[in-house]
């Protein structure tokens, strides 16, 4: 959310809105729920974060941020961005400063050159998958995470090169992101977003809660938040080439091209 209102005062308005007694913590469940619904519903440009991956010597991957270092986590279910390798511990690569293009796994297999053997550094594509670790005893508590993989293999670093750095720019996940009305418990703020959001969080909780409880108007509510979510969703997305209205402009010349065939 934005820097208008904090957690406490959305729950504020919450218990006006919907007077029925219930309590702040349940109020901050549903609004923490509205807005993991609002962040699930496109990329936008308050999620980016840019963050540097390393690929070791000997290795082709490196491991994507999760949360566990102090970077948020990623969300691999939207953008990532790779580019560079931009330097090394030793002289070699010379530094590529440019995106490296992402292929899922069907097509960035088939960069594994079997002719030519690539200059390390010079990465054609990457992809990433799910990596599974036992963990340390004596619990060994089983944990996943993923890893981005550059192609072809031959592109990795060497104990001549070093290791590699790259840029990875990408999308933060927020699926388990609880903020309370306490800045002791964790921030009293969501994510910078614009002021709109604000009410438009605080109308989905309401309907939620309309809706459960059995209280008329939380259809009403309901449409007319995720009507607005969606328009503003193109004001903001971090992706700009794919705005509805675009896509919307291009269907609409599809079709005009089909029923001039048709006519003619």
């Given amino acids: 959310m934005s820097n208008l209102l904090s957690v406490s005062q959305m729950v504020t308005q919450c218990q006006a809105r919907v007077p029925i007694g219930l309590t702040s913590a349940y109020w901050v469940t549903k609004l923490n729920e509205a807005y993991r619904w609002i962040s699930q519903k496109g990329n936008y440009i308050w999620d980016v974060q840019l ?73 054609s594509c990457w992809t990433f998958y799910t990596n599974f670790t036992v963990g340390a005893g004596p619990t060994f508590t089983p944990k996943y995470s993923y890893r981005g993989k550059i192609y072809p293999n031959s592109a990795k670093p060497t104990v001549t090169t070093g290791a590699f750095t790259f840029n990875f720019a990408y999308h933060t996940d927020v699926s388990s992101v609880e903020f309370a009305f306490t800045p002791t418990a964790t921030a009293p703020n969501y994510f910078p977003t614009p002021n709109s959001f604000d009410t438009l969080i605080i109308e989905l909780a309401e309907a939620e809660v309309r809706r459960i409880y059995g209280l008329a108007g939380w259809e009403i509510i309901q449409k007319r938040a995720e009507s607005a979510i969606m328009n503003l969703l193109d004001s903001y997305r971090s992706t700009k080439n794919v705005l509805a209205g675009l896509q919307d402009q ?4 599809q079709e005009r091209k089909l029923m001039s065939q048709e006519n003619s």
């Fill in 51 to 123: 963050s540097y991956v390393t690929v070791n010597a000997g290795q082709d991957y490196f491991d994507i941020p999760d949360g566990s270092t102090g970077t948020p986590a990623c969300d691999p279910g939207k953008p990532m961005y790779l580019a560079g390798p931009y330097g090394a511990v030793g002289t070699f690569p010379i530094p590529m400063n440019s995106t490296i293009p992402y292929k899922p796994w069907d097509e960035s297999l088939d960069q594994q050159y079997a002719e030519v053997v690539a200059p390390a550094g010079l990465v």
């Fill in 250 to 253: 291009q269907k609409q010349v």
